[in-house]
């Protein structure tokens, strides 16, 4: 059994005031997504700005009340549960997000950052959980003695590690990393990540990693699933994302890697801009920017098909093709 199960989930925002929007139509931001999370595995959740994938991660962990579908979680249906079940439920599920700055708390000391969530849910006394917190800091690489300090003491790569220190207070089964790297420095980057992989197989989690940056995806995931107007276009296996991408934005997403060999680089070419989500295209949703659409993209909705690979294209291209050389940014060599 899949630790995590989501079914045709959806969410859909009332357009309101927004210019031009016609009454009653709605922003379609998660549009009937399906996926699984494997207990210790982590899926990489990718795809340009305002493609629904940070609302996917709030609805998985039912920040959101979702418009339809199903999350199962460890063949538990927590979809619409009552406020007091899921109380009991929210430690087994947490996130890291994507501002280290404004995620924390000015006034509050890193100490009780940190032993918040533990205090709501009384998991020991309070010099027990004062211990917890000096080993939560330890285990991220902080010194103990910072926890009388306050968040503004700290660079953003500090920040970071305290945020990933409180999201681990309860030792969840779930984290969803919401671009926890996105607004670092490159080098910094690289430690966060390989912190997040150590701390993974340490402490046995299971991540959803979401990001823009295909490299880091690719460094730290398992699986990717990559997103395109509030659905999904392609899932596999992170071994195979250089290789074996069959989906024209997938191979796009690629191609705009930055790459040591420019020359090397995958020669896919998209048109234009992602359309308005008020007006989503008919048809495949990328068929306006795609450079192999044919009559049917435009009328008939590709639906996410295959086993292990997964992809929602008619014309889904050969597996034969040029790009697979290191994702720049990142090796799956260790970094340092």
């Known amino acids: ?57 709030r609805l998985v962990l039912c920040l959101e009340e979702p418009t339809a579908g199903k999350i199962i979680l460890a063949g538990q249906d927590i979809t619409r549960l ?98 926890p790297v996105s607004s670092l420095d490159v080098s910094i980057q690289a430690q966060i990540l390989n912190l997040l992989k150590e701390l993974k197989q340490s402490l046995g989690l299971s991540y959803i990693f979401i990001s823009h940056d295909l490299a880091a995806v690719s460094y730290i995931s398992d699986r990717v699933a990559v997103m395109y107007m509030g659905k999904l276009v392609e899932v596999l296996s992170c071994r195979d994302l250089e290789k074996k991408a069959r989906h024209p934005y997938t191979r796009a997403l690629l191609a705009a890697v930055p790459r040591a060999e420019p020359r090397r680089r995958a020669q896919v070419a998209v048109r234009g801009e992602a359309p308005d989500p008020l007006n989503p295209p008919t048809g495949c949703r990328f068929h306006p920017r795609c450079p192999i659409a044919a009559e049917k993209c435009r009328t008939e909705e590709p639906l996410l098909s295959g086993t292990i690979h997964l992809v929602a294209c008619h014309f889904a291209l050969g597996e034969d093709h040029s790009h697979g050389v290191a994702l720049g940014g990142y090796n799956r060599s260790k970094l340092r």
């Open 82 to 179: 009552p406020d007091n079940q899921m109380r009991k439920l929210r430690r087994k599920m947490q996130i890291i997000f994507q501002d280290s700055y404004s995620s924390l708390n000015p006034r509050q000391t890193v100490g009780s950052i940190i032993s918040e969530p533990m205090e709501n849910y009384r998991v020991a006394s309070k010099q027990g959980i004062r211990l917890k917190v000096e080993e939560m800091l330890a285990t991220v690489g902080l010194e103990p003695d910072i926890a009388s300090l306050y968040p503004h003491e700290f660079s953003g790569g500090q920040r970071q590690r305290i945020n990933i220190a409180r999201a681990l207070a309860l030792r969840p089964e779930i984290v969803v990393c919401d671009e």
């Open 1 to 57: 059994m899949s630790l995590l199960e989501v079914t045709r989930l959806a969410k859909f925002y009332p357009a309101g005031n927004r210019l031009f929007a016609r009454s009653g139509e709605s922003i379609r931001a998660v549009d009937g997504v399906s996926f699984t999370l494997e207990r210790g595995e982590t899926l990489g959740l990718v795809g340009e700005s305002g493609c629904g994938k940070s609302t996917l991660g």
